[in-house]
């Protein structure tokens, strides 16, 4: 397996990319209604973050707490500029200027016959590498690509999966 090939089904990583990118649209409209069928109940979604806690933009969008926020968060806008899927996960990364560098890993799961995101970790500000296990052996499968902030000094985090 080498890196970036995206092991798993192709059918499964297309819809799992499709509901993904249909979350991002269903926020940037502000949409609640959209984003609740697409993620699974928030009692049970798994949530990581890494990254100066005033900057917890997306779980603060998915459980509307970033209508109660200062203007930052109103004005603050996730917008995709790389979306590889893998297995169960698709890894989203995107940047606005040179303050604000993020990567987004969301781990979906069949409900009924939709998928939903059961999972969620946020990286912000944040160098990410991804690696798998695969037959004894961990492999990188993602790694960051901060086209405009390679001369930044940002902390490196591995996740395993």
């Known amino acids: 397996m080498a890196e970036g090939d995206g092991g798993g089904n ?16 269903a926020l940037a409209a502000g949409d609640g209604d959209a984003v609740s069928k697409l993620v699974t109940s928030s009692n049970d979604l798994e949530w990581r973050y890494h990254g100066p806690p005033q900057c917890q933009y997306m779980m ?8 109660r926020r200062e203007p930052e968060d109103r004005k603050f806008r996730f917008k995709p500029r790389r979306t590889t899927a893998f297995r169960d996960r698709v ?11 993020w990567v987004h890993v969301w781990a979906l799961k069949m409900e009924g016959s939709r998928a939903v995101v059961a999972e969620f970790r946020e990286y ?25 902030h390679r001369n930044r000094s940002l902390p490196d ?3 395993s999966i």
């Open 157 to 159: 985090i591995i996740l």
């Open 10 to 25: 192709p059918a499964h990583k297309a819809l799992n990319k499709k509901v993904v990118a249909m979350l991002y649209k």
């Open 124 to 148: 912000f500000n944040t160098w990410l590498t991804v690696l798998v296990r695969s037959f004894g052996k961990e492999v990188r499968v993602w790694r960051s690509e901060p086209r405009l």
């Open 60 to 67: 603060r969008a998915l459980t509307g707490r970033h209508r």
């Open 91 to 101: 890894i989203v990364e995107g940047w606005d200027g040179l303050d604000a560098y």
